[in-house]
């Protein structure tokens, strides 16, 4: 594997390494917003670096969004989740630590990409926590109120929706929907809970949504437009 690391104006550093596991050009931007470009032996430098100056653009559309991403919690800042209170806090090393109610979370450096890692890591175990406590019962009860029906619940974290239900009837919600007020979450069950009925997005879909939700089907979409499925 050959590597060359060099400074581009406007993106910074760029990591170019041939690989002969790798089939095509692959580019990534890392969290400290460097950039990683593999690509195969048969290709030469030069060409991978024409690819970095083509999609020059979209890498730094990716570096302001790891930018927004940047943690705003600050030492001795509090969070409020559905269950707990979660104090921040600075330390000598990272830790996590639960009593009752009270979670206390360290952080050596809130200003680095891995303060940030491990922010995002303990936060989305928490949320998980919540998740899995709260919404398979709050997603029966809608069921059993609205008259739906649906085979398997499933708790994930994924960063494309909010949830889905496959053509059996089996619903996934994602994790990060705890951090949005109840309202927002139970609209989210009942649009997965239309689907058990209407699998498109149709008029169909949103005439029966609209049924459910007290006719602010739209008015709830785009609120919960407002939220990101990135934990910080």
Not at 29 to 48: G, M, Q, R
Not at 52 to 78: C, F, G, L, Y
Not at 149 to 160: A, F, M, T, W
Not at 200 to 218: I, M, Q, Y
């Amino acid at each position: 594997m050959a590597r060359q690391v060099v400074q581009l104006k406007r993106i910074g550093k760029v990591t170019f390494s041939q690989n002969q596991r790798s089939k095509n050009i692959k580019l990534s931007v890392k969290a400290d917003k460097s950039i990683l470009i593999s690509y195969p032996f048969y290709i030469s430098h030069k060409e991978a670096h024409a690819f970095v100056t083509k999609n020059i653009d979209w890498i730094s559309r990716q570096q302001e969004k790891m930018d927004a991403r940047k943690t705003k919690i600050n030492p001795d800042s509090e969070l409020k989740t559905k269950l707990f209170t979660v104090n921040f806090l600075e330390g000598e090393r990272n830790s996590i630590e639960k009593k009752d109610k009270q979670i206390t979370i360290k952080v050596s450096n809130y200003n680095s990409p891995e303060a940030t890692a491990y922010l995002e890591r303990c936060l989305s175990e928490i949320y998980r926590l919540e998740a899995k406590t709260l919404l398979p019962g709050r997603l029966k009860q809608m069921a059993e109120k609205f008259g739906f029906s649906y085979n398997k619940v499933s708790i994930r974290n994924n960063r494309r929706n909010w949830g889905s239900c496959s053509s059996q009837n089996n619903i996934s919600l994602n994790l990060q929907m705890m951090k949005m007020p109840m309202e927002l979450i139970d609209y989210i069950l009942l649009h997965e809970l239309v689907h058990t009925e209407v699998k498109n997005h149709g008029p169909k879909f949103w005439e029966r949504l609209n049924e459910v939700s007290s006719n602010r089907a739209r008015e709830l979409a785009s609120q919960v437009k407002t939220y990101s499925t990135y934990t910080l």
